[in-house]
């Protein structure tokens, strides 16, 4: 079955930086756009970054460009989150999530059906 993995949240200090990782397993990346949310303490989850496994086109909350990158190995069927210049803000836990893809672009505001169980995050000097 579909597994998803989070990896490489933990404590930074403000203006550092962080790469999380989504690991997949039972599935196939080229096939599928990941995506990736988080939810701050006291917020709804939001939709941060996804991308499309078939061409690598993304796409992106307008806000954090600049700050967070998406990116993609098919061979290891990971997908990495880069994330510079954090915040205080930012802190919150992080998921991943997939979903089969019906054209070649990923979006943010499809429905994902399977979810990793989250990373935190915690930006605070």
């Known amino acids: 079955q579909v597994q998803l993995v989070e990896s490489g949240g933990g404590l930074v200090q403000p203006g550092g930086s962080l790469r999380l990782s989504c690991a997949g397993s039972g599935f196939t990346l080229d096939y599928y756009a990941i995506g990736w949310f988080r939810q701050r303490p006291g917020e709804e989850r939001e939709g941060l970054s996804c991308?499309?496994?078939?061409?690598?086109?993304?796409d992106d909350e307008v806000s954090l460009k600049g700050r967070f990158t998406i990116s993609k190995d098919n061979v290891k069927n990971t997908v990495y989150l880069q994330m510079n210049d954090l915040k205080p803000e930012d802190t919150g836990v992080y998921y991943c999530?997939?979903?089969?893809?019906?054209?070649?672009?990923?979006?943010?505001?499809?429905?994902?059906?399977?979810w990793g169980q989250g990373t935190q995050v915690t930006v605070s000097s």
């Open positions: 991308i499309s496994g078939i061409d690598g086109s993304t």
């Open positions: 999530a997939a979903v089969p893809l019906q054209f070649r672009r990923c979006h943010l505001l499809a429905r994902y059906d399977y």
